[in-house]
């Protein structure tokens, strides 16, 4: 049966989602591993002025969120960067990239959280296991993530509710110490290192601040994610822009109050050297109360909801891919009783932990930065064509032109920013570009695996429906 023939009779979604539940996604998509593990990483580029590389990243999500908005209320359905980048160019190895890069995106993103779980495991239990104790948490986090994933679509979207309030709880935690803190005054409280611009970058005081943006951008991405349920929202169009823009502004003032906050009661310093700081943090707000004790596990519930939905994410896409012949078939397997595209997710995971492991040997001592920036720089990269894609389907006219329009400038901007922080020129650690080179590579060499084994069973491999690659099986 033809693919055409086969979307055709596939049921529509389900329009569920009002400004509620859009506004709730989109908040506990943003919030998570970024703010909790990075805030020390960030300090460190830039000292006490932690805040100001958090606003730069926000800034520059909103700056793109207008050119999704547009996108997505002209092209209400799911797939998003890969649906835009197939309509504005029509190039099939320009898809597929795009697709495999959000892929990798979301593995490194559930790497990047599965690191921050393992040290707060080994904060809150107080053990003494040493950099491959930490290690060892991670895989075994991750291979818990694959469990659940296996186990079912249904099992991981109710976790991922439980998780999301967990998340915001903690957060909210952190900002409501803090300012019963100050309100009691105390000697570790310092405001003045807020205003204090601190940096051993020898390149000067805008390559450090653009370093640490790279990284804090880790922190707003998730945005992008909420596109695809585009056809799950009632009435798109309307809802969207308001959502969207809502959400971000509240992960904004959120991480810029944390960042505050961590800096006036904790050394830079102590800040920079730990993985945990968040847990320091509240210790350092609250050293009466048992409230640092129980942190480090309110964190790690909380970075499980990062890597439980990326790696849901990652999978679903990796299946998508197989079943549209632009990766091979197996990928593409469903368990019989399950239905569950399980060789996808042992793919997927398979990656991660080679990801864990390789941080864990050659970038221990800033294994989370690591697995964060190259995070960032994919995304970045994707967000770089998405700005290019608004402009060029500007002559695609849909539903009358009925639909959210960003401003010309705006895409432009956008563009110009994110193809800069992907360059080295805004003072990247140089492993990012070669866990993110590699993993582009595996893309690109399964993608002609997949071409040889199409013309070998007379089989063309085309992204026909992008807005089919994000389906789950039934």
């Known amino acids: 049966m033809a693919q055409s023939e086969t979307t055709a009779e596939q049921p529509k979604l389900k329009r569920v989602m009002g400004p509620g539940l859009l506004l709730l996604f989109v908040v506990g998509d943003i919030l998570g591993t970024g703010v909790y593990a990075l805030t020390g990483q960030v300090a460190g580029e830039v000292g006490g002025a932690a805040w100001l590389p958090f606003l730069v990243a926000f800034l520059i999500a909103t700056i ?14 799911a797939a998003g960067a890969a649906l835009y980048a197939h309509k504005a160019f029509g190039i099939h190895f320009v898809t597929f990239l795009i697709t495999f890069i959000v892929m990798c995106s979301g593995i490194t993103s559930a790497s990047t959280a599965s690191r921050a779980f393992a040290a707060n495991a080994v904060e809150g239990f107080g053990l003494d296991w040493g950099k491959l104790g930490v290690a060892a948490i991670a895989l075994v986090f991750m291979a818990a993530l ?11 979207v109710k976790l991922n509710v439980g998780l999301t309030i967990v998340e915001i709880t903690g957060l909210l935690t952190v900002i409501l110490v803090g300012l019963w803190a100050f309100t009691q005054g105390g000697d ?30 880790f922190a707003m991405v998730g945005f992008e994610d909420s596109v695809n349920m585009a056809e799950e929202t009632k009435d798109p169009v309307r809802i969207f822009p308001k959502v969207l823009l809502s959400g971000l502004s509240i992960a904004g003032v959120v991480y810029i109050l944390v ?56 999978s679903r896409l990796i299946y998508g891919m197989a079943r549209q012949h632009v990766l091979p078939p197996v990928l593409g397997a469903v368990h019989p009783r ?3 595209p399980w060789v996808a997710i042992l793919f997927t995971t398979v990656i991660a932990f080679g990801l864990i492991l390789y941080v864990s040997g050659f970038a221990s001592s800033n294994a989370i930065s690591v697995l964060g920036g190259t995070t960032s720089l994919l995304l970045l990269m994707v967000f770089a064509v998405v700005n290019v894609a608004v402009l060029v389907l500007r002559k695609d006219i849909q539903n009358n032109g009925e639909h959210f329009k960003t401003p010309t400038v705006l895409p432009i901007i956008g563009f110009v920013v994110s193809l800069y922080l992907v360059t080295p020129l805004s003072g990247r650690d140089p492993q990012q ?3 993110a080179g590699v993993l582009i590579v595996i893309g690109i060499i399964l993608f002609f695996i997949t071409t040889l084994i199409n013309k070998q069973m007379g089989l063309k491999g085309q992204i026909t429906d992008p807005s089919h690659l994000t389906d789950a099986p039934d």
């Open 64 to 77: 793109t969120a207008f050119s999704y908005l547009e996108l997505v209320t002209k092209y209400p359905q």
């Open 146 to 156: 694959a469990a659940i994933n296996l186990r079912g679509v249904s099992e991981s």
């Open 188 to 217: 570790n409280i310092d405001f003045s290192r807020i205003v204090m611009f601190e940096s051993e970058d020898e390149r000067g005081a805008f390559v450090a601040v653009t370093a640490a943006t790279s990284l804090a951008f």
């Open 259 to 314: 960042s505050i906050i961590a800096v006036a009661l904790v050394p830079v310093g102590d800040l920079t050297e730990t993985e945990t700081p968040l847990v320091d943090v509240v210790r350092a707000a609250a050293p009466n109360l048992p409230i640092d004790e129980i942190f480090p596990f309110i964190t790690m519930f909380a970075v499980s909801n990062t890597a439980l939905i990326n790696m849901l994410m990652a």
């Open 338 to 340: 399950r239905h569950t």
């Open 433 to 435: 570009y070669l866990v």
